[in-house]
């Protein structure tokens, strides 16, 4: 199983690797998120070991307990699923990055509890790249405002924009469009509000990394790809 996990971790990297040598990007420039949300605690366990450092869940819950199983490796955690408002206390103690800022009202509650608990609390905006309202994130139309009270927040560190392709299981080309228009949102955002920090895009998942590395991904969020063989 040992080994396997490895193997997993070994192909993902190649894969990367040679997607951002098409990009004429660096490695260096794409972190590798694993998301353990389909391994138990053990298996996390083996790809900490094996050198994957940032370890993601969606849902708060399980980053609390695996965190707590992992807490002597101290892997970096992301939370990468909806963030309810009442989890905010527990939540923020463990998790280094917060991919999925949404609402106002959660940016208002997260401030309010890290300038309570001390630390700053890192976050990206989710952008909802679809029309459709069962998908999660904010809306297109609505990202700037997030953005600009995100940046201003005292306690709160806004990093960049998460964000998934409305399809991540077809064709190629439509994720790719999908994280081209993530990245246009930022570069606008960019250049409208050169005070907010937005270096980040945490885009692209195992069916769909290599489209967003191309599109300029500088963290890709992998789960299943790296299971493989393993549950
Ligand atoms: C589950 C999940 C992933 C990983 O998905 P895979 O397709 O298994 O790589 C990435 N991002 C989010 C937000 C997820 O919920």
């Not at 998790?95 to 940016?107: K, W």
């Not at 600009?148 to 927040?153: C, R």
């Not at 999908?178 to 960019?190: M, N, P, V, Y």
Request: charged share 25%; hydrophobic share 45%; glycine share 8%.
């Amino acid at each position: 199983m040992r080994l396997r996990c490895r193997e997993n971790l070994a192909a993902v990297e190649a894969r990367i690797a040679e997607a951002c040598r098409r990009a004429g990007r660096s490695v260096g420039e794409v972190t590798l998120i694993g998301v353990t949300k389909y391994a138990g605690a053990d298996v996390a366990r083996m790809l900490v070991e094996g050198g994957c450092r940032e370890l993601a869940e969606s849902r708060p819950q399980q980053l609390w307990d695996k965190a707590a199983a992992l807490a002597d490796l101290a892997p970096r955690w992301h939370l990468v699923g909806h963030l309810q408002r009442n989890k905010i206390r527990r939540t923020l103690p463990v998790v280094s990055l917060l991919h999925t800022l949404d609402s106002l009202r959660l940016l208002a509650a997260i401030e309010a509890e890290a300038a309570t608990a001390g630390g700053p609390c890192d976050v990206l905006v989710e952008v909802n790249l679809t029309a459709d309202p069962q998908r999660s994130g904010v809306s297109e139309a609505d990202v700037p405002a997030l953005v600009a009270a995100a940046a201003a927040a005292a306690h709160v560190r806004l990093r960049g924009l998460m964000g998934m392709a409305s399809h991540p299981d077809s064709a190629a080309a439509d994720s790719r469009r999908d994280f081209a228009r993530l990245r246009e949102i930022r570069d606008r955002l960019a250049r409208d509000m050169p005070a907010a920090m937005l270096a980040e895009l945490s885009m692209g998942m195992s069916g769909d990394f290599e489209e967003a590395i191309l599109e300029g991904s500088t963290m890709v969020r992998i789960g299943s790809a790296l299971f493989e063989g393993l549950r």
